[in-house]
């Protein structure tokens, strides 16, 4: 049908524009139905001029120089690249198979200071599957580490935001958060009790202005220490993962008290108290389908969240169904969002430039506009409906393989029988 | 508890939970195809008794209601445009264009919406793993012996988990609760009807076969294996299932020729009952449907010569995310295929899950449900269908949404043994119908009404209405 010539088409195409060469960073997209958060926006009989790897130009009157490679998306879609958060990508292979997980830490000595960046796996299976999804950069986020439930462990470690680009280096920047668990897990890590996790937080935070000593009360090691100086200062931002109303408050408050700069993830029960959120210019990280009271926690959690907060005016990014084999899902978890009333285009914002924004790298990423690097993905469809595929992606204007370790078992097999 | 949720929180959850809630998750069902549904089985030896624990459901009366001028699929492989679906006293009564609608009949406005058979989810923990999913409502997997063909799922479920609810906002109409898969044997399943309840027997679906609930692969060899017994492995796993099969053979035998005596009026001893081996010969007999959690294609196909072995017929393999290896084998056992599109990689045997499963195995004639396996899923099973479909078409396999369709409604309704009940919209058939407000295909699609036989049980234009568990009284829970 009409997406599967499109895509021998792009495919014949894109066959053209990449081979490896810097020159092939260099092309234009016409015939394109430009879709993207900022001043760009929607134009549908658009033309992408690629520089370098960068947008050069965007919109309706491109003037596309003699020479250059084209690309016709035929009228398809093309938007940013889609940009996840509260993934483990590059951290993990097998959830099961303990020795693939790189997303934690069981040290004694750290918390804060365990850095995600050291345990990246450029060759992960999970990266060329996420990519297929249209997905071109993603916050890779430490995890917890219960396997010792004697440890006291204030903080899950720093972040970091990886490139989806095949081939080597995959960090694109470092430190790029701190991350925090409170709610009943949370609890579990530090006291046992909200109030005991809370008040321990609050102390340690008081301790960070002066300088580090051994006999410190709450036991924080000196690496520790240091990585979480510029939480503090909000030099760098905390993600909290939180999901009562209550707790949500204790977090603005927090926030508040320490001039910290924080965002919230899950955040299930936030649309009771969007318009704290909204007055404290505090991003959400959340899913939508997450909407389930598996605990006490977060009896309150709806489908009806992600729509709450936006018209409340909180910025929000949506996640996918897990940290890694279903990051894919975001697209569809923003559609879904869509159905219970977030509109439209705050639903592909939701999954391009407010992740950008909320880490900031909005100068760079998030949006189809002159300047930016060139994260783009043209679709056969909707880009937030499931029967919609990509038919190309670029990572810095670098044309991607669209196929997975998935595609290709697939294709081993789909053979019809004779 | 099941065995994907999300996010790194949820990730490692599932690591402290491996063993427990966790790995029971995936699981599988099988019910011959075609297969005429029968009552409850009776017990093998009191054939003429009563079923134990009967169904106390009684569909709720409600006017007779037509749905006009919507595009229906109708799970026979056609779509009607600007078509009518008239329910009358529980049933279809007609579908098609040109059907006259009565006086006095409730008549609802399609234009522009669509009209599906009710879903059905052939592969469900509600009740028995609820939420919230605390220790104390922990009653899927009696995980202390592999081998527990004797507790039924019924026992265990909680009929005010709120996840019902949801289910039903869903577009949920009927589904098969299963135990968990920790054991190989894990228990009877129960097929439920998805209505307000305050008794499990109130949701019990008439008619509805037993079915019995196996496991292969990591998590029976992994659950027993690390506390140093069996099975360890996979050939124990295979060996223990045989050693079952030979015992529940000899059972049977006994009974028969029990029964044999009691015919001809000799004085004859009934033997002792043993509830699991009850099952397991209920299975021999042909009267329970087994369900077998199975991954890898390797180990499904020596799980179909266990049958083979012991003349039994597997109805479906559940999770079954390698059955693409085996498409043939498959369609020529004529066993089912229960599935998902987007899970994959959570253990290593599923590392070779992919997307294209459903469609590659639909293409080669096999019978395809996309089942949940969990809460969240259980309600946009429409849109995990949609993923399916979307990937059968990238590696080259069209399938027509009137095919597809049957993935979430016919083909789960074969896998428990209702297909000549639900599953379509067939004039006869119980009136369980989903009014979706586009395509049921679209992320954006949205239930907006529900029926159970003719029951309008969800209507989001009347919010009032919505039934509310207890458990959600007097607290924020929503239905969405």
């Known amino acids: ?418 | 508890m099941t065995e994907s949720q999300e996010g790194v929180r949820v990730k490692r959850k599932l690591r402290s939970v491996l063993g427990l809630g966790a790995l029971v998750l995936a699981i599988g069902a099988a019910v011959p195809l075609g297969a005429a549904p029968t009552e409850t089985p009776a017990l093998p030896a009191k054939a003429a008794a009563p079923a134990p624990y009967p169904s106390t459901y009684r569909a709720r009366p409600e006017p007779d209601t037509a749905i006009v001028n919507a595009s229906i699929l109708t799970a026979t492989g056609t779509r009607i445009d600007n078509g009518t679906i008239l329910m009358a006293q529980g049933r279809i009564v007609a579908v098609g264009r040109d059907v006259a609608v009565p006086a006095g009949a409730r008549t609802i406005d399609g234009t522009g919406k669509w009209v599906t058979p009710g879903i059905i989810d052939s592969h469900s923990h509600l009740g028995v793993f609820p939420a919230p999913g605390v220790d104390g409502h922990a009653d899927g997997n009696e995980n202390i012996d592999p081998y527990t063909a004797h507790v039924w799922a019924e026992h265990s479920v909680w009929p005010q988990d709120p996840v019902f609810t949801k289910a039903r906002a869903g577009g949920v109409t009927s589904l098969l609760v299963l135990p968990g898969s920790a054991n190989l044997f894990g228990g009877r399943g129960v097929t439920l009807r998805n209505v307000p309840a305050v008794t499990v027997q109130q949701m019990k679906f008439p008619g509805a076969p037993a079915t019995l609930k196996m496991a292969c692969g990591e998590n029976p060899k992994g659950r027993y294996g690390s506390r140093g017994r069996a099975p360890a492995t996979r050939m124990g796993n295979v060996a223990g299932f045989r050693r079952s099969w030979i015992d529940a053979a000899e059972y049977a035998r006994k009974w028969d020729a029990y029964e044999r005596k009691r015919a001809k009026g000799e004085p004859a001893e009934a033997p002792k009952r043993d509830l699991g081996l009850e099952t397991l010969a209920g299975v021999l007999k042909g009267e329970i449907l087994v369900q077998n959690h199975c991954y890898r294609a390797d180990e499904m196909a020596v799980m179909l010569d266990v049958g083979h072995e012991f003349g039994y017929r597997t109805t479906a393999f559940h999770h079954a995310v390698e059955a693409y290896k085996i498409a043939d084998l498959l369609a020529t056992e004529q066993t089912c295929v229960a599935t998902w599109a987007t899970r994959w990689g959570f253990k290593m045997e599923a590392f070779d899950g992919i997307e294209e499963n459903g469609a590659i195995l639909a293409s080669h004639g096999v019978c395809v449900a996309i089942h949940s396996d969990e809460q969240r899923l259980i309600q946009r099973l429409n849109v995990e269908a949609a993923v399916a479909l979307a990937a059968g078409r990238r590696a080259g396999i069209a399938i027509a949404q009137e095919e597809a369709i049957k993935w979430i409604t016919l083909n789960p309704a074969r896998i428990m043994g209702i297909a000549d009940r639900t599953g379509s919209l067939e004039p006869g058939k119980l009136a369980d119908v989903v009014l979706w407000s586009r395509n049921p295909f679209s992320v954006y699609a949205v239930a907006e009404k529900v029926f159970i036989e003719g029951a309008l049980v969800h209507d989001t234009e009347s919010p009032g209405s919505i039934y509310r568990s207890d458990f959600e009284v007097g607290q924020p829970v929503g239905v969405e």
Request: hydrophobic share 45%; proline share 5%.
């Open chain 1, 1 to 418: 049908m009409k997406s599967n010539r499109l895509a021998l088409v792009l495919g014949a195409l894109l066959g053209l524009a990449s081979p490896q060469t810097a020159a092939a960073q260099t092309f234009a997209i016409t015939n394109a139905h430009i879709l993207t958060p900022g001043p760009v926006g929607e134009v549908e009989q658009g033309t992408i001029l690629v520089r370098d790897g960068r947008i050069g130009a965007a919109g309706r009157d491109v003037a596309v120089p003699s020479g250059i490679a084209i690309v016709d998306a035929r009228g398809g879609y093309v938007t940013p690249g889609l940009f996840a958060v509260n993934t483990a990508l590059g951290l993990v292979e097998v959830s099961s198979v303990d020795g693939t997980l790189d997303a934690r830490t069981a040290s004694l000595r750290i918390s804060a200071a365990f850095d995600v960046q050291y345990g990246l796996n450029p060759a992960s299976t999970l990266l060329p599957v996420a990519r297929l999804g249209g997905i071109t950069r993603a916050v890779v986020m430490p995890d917890h580490d219960d396997s010792n439930k004697e440890r006291e462990a204030p903080f899950a470690g720093k972040a970091a935001l990886i490139s989806l680009g095949e081939g080597g280096n995959i960090l694109y920047r470092a430190g790029t958060a701190m991350v925090l668990e409170l709610g009943e897990d949370g609890a579990a890590r530090l006291g046992g009790s909200r109030a005991s996790q809370l008040g321990q937080l609050r102390e340690i935070f008081a301790g960070l202005k002066g300088r580090w000593t051994q006999d410190n009360a709450w036991g924080l090691s000196e690496a520790d220490h240091r990585a979480l100086a510029p939480v503090v200062g909000g030099r760098m931002p905390l993600v909290v993962i939180v999901h009562r109303a209550a707790d949500i408050r204790q977090v603005l408050g927090l926030a508040r008290d320490f001039r910290i700069k924080v965002i919230l993830s899950g955040a299930e029960e936030g649309w009771q108290v969007a318009d704290e959120i909204a007055a404290a210019g505090v991003p959400v990280l959340l899913n939508p389908t997450s909407n389930i009271p598996s605990s006490f926690d977060l009896l309150g959690a709806s489908l009806r969240n992600a729509a709450i907060l936006h018209r409340a005016g909180v910025v929000i990014a949506i996640s996918g169904n897990d940290a890694g084999h279903r990051v894919r899902d975001m697209r569809y978890n923003a559609g879904l969002a869509v159905s219970r009333g977030l509109p439209q285009a705050a639903g592909l914002e939701a999954i391009t430039l407010a992740p950008a924004r909320i880490f900031g790298v909005a100068d760079q990423l998030g949006s189809i506009e002159p300047g930016k690097v060139a994260d783009l993905a043209i679709w056969d469809g909707d880009p937030l409906e499931a029967l919609s595929e990509p038919v190309a992606v670029y990572v810095s204007g670098k044309a991607q393989p669209m196929e997975s370790r998935g595609t290709q078992l697939g294709q081993r097999y789909a053979k019809r029988p004779d």
